[in-house]
């Protein structure tokens, strides 16, 4: 089977038809040609771009334990819809990521247009007391471990996982939050908590547990990512362990790069988020973080939540949004402050990187995962045209610019037949 995609704009800085409208032949999931003529199934995607698929460091699924919220089959639809061919999956799920045969049903029961990538846990039960059986979860197909949305707070059991993933050369992913200082707040600590009456949670919380870890890292070896960094002195503390060459990486997500406390105003608990939006200096921090590569990837943190988690008192409603389907035209929003093609290789490569495993690029000879996007495409989301189980979106009923057309991963696309 061979597809034929004519008049199309690439976008990827490390192909050499960045910026140029090509016609891209592929055969077999291999991109053939860039100057294609015939093939089996023609596509003319005049005035539409294309760059290599986005991957996710960070989504909820929901399955097994909570598929009310979300399900594979769901979340693949919402991933397909917001460009990602590639997923990292959460473990804390229920049960939780923790052996063999969690790895498998994920793997082999997701949409076969996505490639679930599990994340396995850190601790058994996710409780940060023992460590699970690290190799046989990496033989297993496992691509990092975490223990989820909680923080490894085990300092002891941090360094064990670090020096035993060492062999296997994967990262442990750490959500920086001190569960001591954090506990019950509802949103970053500030005027606007203080205004608001709610609890806050300073950025302390999260700077003191990356301080902890850099130098727990100095000791033990092996690599650490730091999972939805969100204030300005903890990304700072980041890119000065970076200079001293110390194998570390970051993320942030997507919601982080465009809202600050400030957002809560109305105590919509769609921003209710972990961790808590910060401050726009925070926000300013991070979105120069994106820009000067410090940051090595933009995540879209998706947590689904049914409407009885969500629609309660701000302070006992669940923290967190769905993200997926509305990731691409939070891009095009945020490409007003960081170019666009600079936000696209976040999404693309550099997961990749974070995870060790090789980049990708529109060339001849490379391996076809694709996203086919229109930048000025209008559309809402509501009832209709959401893909989740779930609707906590701050973007619920709003109109949004910028459209995902279609996702190509190697011989599976979303493409009409």
């Known amino acids: 089977m061979s597809i034929l995609l004519k008049n199309v704009r690439v976008l990827d800085v490390n192909s ?12 077999n999931g291999v991109i053939i040609s860039l100057s294609g003529r015939t093939a089996d199934r023609e596509y003319d995607l005049k005035d539409k771009l294309v760059s290599p698929s986005f991957f996710d460091l960070s989504a909820h699924f929901s399955d097994p334990g909570n598929e009310y919220r979300e399900d594979l089959l ?127 949670e300073p950025s302390l919380s999260e700077e003191l547990i990356i301080q902890r870890d850099i130098e727990v890292l100095k000791y033990s070896g092996g690599s650490l990512h730091f999972a939805k960094v969100s204030s300005a002195r903890g990304l700072d503390l980041i890119k000065k362990a970076k200079k001293e060459k110390l194998s570390i990486t970051c993320d942030v997500s997507i919601h982080h790069l465009l809202f600050t406390d400030e957002s809560v105003g109305d105590f919509d608990t769609n921003y209710k988020n972990l961790p808590p939006f910060r401050t726009e200096k925070d926000r300013k921090a991070l979105v120069k973080g994106v820009k000067d590569g410090t940051i090595d990837a933009i995540c879209s943190n998706h947590r689904p939540f049914d409407q009885e988690s969500k629609q309660l008192e701000f302070d006992l409603a669940d923290p967190g949004s769905i993200s997926l389907q509305t990731f691409f035209p939070s891009l095009v929003k945020l490409s007003t402050e960081v170019p666009l093609e600079i936000l696209i290789e976040r999404v693309v490569n550099g997961p990749r990187a974070v995870l060790k495993k090789e980049p990708i690029k529109i060339d001849k000879g490379e391996v076809a995962k694709l996203t086919i996007f229109d930048l000025d495409a209008k559309w809402t989301l509501n009832g209709k045209s959401n893909k989740s189980k779930s609707k906590n979106s701050p973007f619920w009923n709003t109109e949004l610019v910028g459209q995902v057309a279609a996702v190509i991963n190697r011989n599976h696309s979303t493409l009409a037949k």
Request: charge should be negative; hydrophobic fraction near 35%; glycine fraction near 8%.
């Open 74 to 200: 769901s979340g693949s639809e919402a991933a397909l819809s917001g460009g990602f061919a590639d997923v990292c999956l959460i473990p804390d799920t229920n049960p939780p990521i923790e052996s063999k045969s969690d790895v498998k049903y994920l793997i082999e029961r997701c949409k076969e247009v996505v490639d679930v990538h599990p994340i396995g846990a850190c601790s058994e039960a996710l409780k940060g007391e023992n460590l699970t059986e690290m190799l046989d979860l990496h033989d297993a197909g496992v691509v990092a471990f975490s223990d989820g949305d909680e923080p490894i707070w085990n300092t002891e059991l941090l360094l064990k996982a670090l020096q035993y993933t060492t062999e296997i050369n994967v990262p442990i992913i750490q959500n920086a939050r001190d569960i001591n200082i954090s506990s019950n707040a509802q949103m970053h600590e500030g005027k606007y908590s203080t205004h608001l009456g709610l609890r806050g």
């Open 16 to 27: 050499p038809a960045h910026n140029k409208q090509v016609n891209i032949l592929i055969e």
